[in-house]
């Protein structure tokens, strides 16, 4: 998400209103779920597309990607240098692809959204499989960095500095800095953003009833992009691959809680240490 065209509203929400975000998170999680089980070399990302959609229309969701004014799909596809924002199309996946599957679904409201990346093996490449699967792992783990650090951040903005920590500690990838995190609740894009970088600024309070987005975006080389011919599909401008990870996660009075995820981010975050608690 670029960081301009935030919807301006209260960033905190009350214990009621993150009970409401839960079904949201769910249905998003059960679109990354199918999405996950069915990516394969020779499937179109219009096919996951319909997957998304029926899997959150199954748990009494509806795709809320389709709300944004001109987009008609429930996931955006972004395959190899499509950075974000990729319209699904007809096109085979095929064997050596990275591909970052982003969806969002809404429910009674209330919003939900995450993105993974999935690597197709070429075994006729190696080195190539291996290359994307770093890239993915190490933008995971950016990720996961991110919402540990959400546990015991005092300001939202000492998420970004996480994330960027580890990328840097682990490769020479770019940090795209032009599209970020977002605040999301009874819209899916909302205050404050939620850089990936370090900032002058602090940010906001971390406090019970913040409910943000954390999603960082990697590419293998540089971070200029450009925007197709389509005004969706942002592909990186030195052709590289690119990577993209993320969960919706709520701050609450007894912890965090990753709404997006299944097991509420435990598996993700026991190995740094931190323990996702229900919302009560």
Same mark, same amino acid.
């Not at 990729?86 to 096109?91: D, G, K, L, N, S």
């Given at each position: 998400m670029s960081? +301009?065209?935030f919807l301006r509203r209260s960033i905190y929400k009350s214990p009621a209103q993150l009970r409401l975000m839960?079904?949201?998170?769910? @249905?998003? @999680? !059960?679109a990354l779920t199918a999405m996950r089980e069915a990516v394969r070399p020779g499937i179109t990302t219009l096919e996951l597309d319909a997957i998304a959609e029926s899997a959150i229309r199954a748990r009494g969701g509806a795709p809320n990607f389709m709300l944004e004014p001109g987009y008609r799909h429930t996931i955006c596809a972004n395959v190899n240098e499509h950075v974000v924002h990729?319209?699904?199309?007809? +096109?085979p996946l095929a064997a050596g692809d990275i591909v970052a599957l982003d969806a969002g679904a809404v429910v009674g409201g209330w919003h939900g959204d995450a993105a993974f990346?999935? *690597?197709?093996?070429d075994f006729a490449d190696d080195a190539r499989t291996a290359a994307n699967q770093r890239l993915s792992e190490v933008t995971e783990q950016a990720m996961w960095h991110?919402? !540990?650090r959400l546990a015991t951040a005092k300001h939202? =903005?000492? *998420? #970004?500095?996480?994330?960027?920590?580890?990328v840097r500690a682990q490769s020479d990838y770019g940090v795209l800095e032009d599209y970020i995190g977002h #605040?999301? #609740? $009874?819209?899916? /894009? &909302?205050?404050?953003? *939620?850089? =990936?970088?370090?900032? +002058? $600024?602090? #940010?906001? &309070?971390v406090k019970p009833g913040l409910v943000v987005a954390i999603e960082p975006i990697i590419s293998a080389g540089g971070i200029e992009t450009d925007i197709e011919d389509d005004?969706?599909? *942002?592909? %990186?401008?030195?052709?590289? %691959?690119? @990577?993209?990870?993320? /969960?919706?996660v709520a701050v609450h009075e007894r912890g965090i809680w990753v709404l997006t995820a299944e097991d509420g981010g435990a598996s993700g975050l026991a190995p740094l240490g931190v323990h996702p608690v229900p919302i009560p």
């Open positions: 960081p +301009r065209g839960i079904e949201p998170g769910l @249905a998003t @999680a !059960a990729a319209i699904p199309t007809e +096109r990346t999935a *690597v197709l093996p991110g919402i !540990a939202l =903005n000492e *998420v #970004g500095a996480a994330v960027s920590s580890y #605040g999301i #609740g $009874r819209a899916m /894009h &909302e205050d404050p953003p *939620v850089f =990936n970088v370090p900032t +002058r $600024r602090r #940010g906001p &309070e005004d969706w599909t *942002v592909t %990186m401008s030195d052709g590289s %691959m690119s @990577a993209q990870w993320e /969960h919706t």
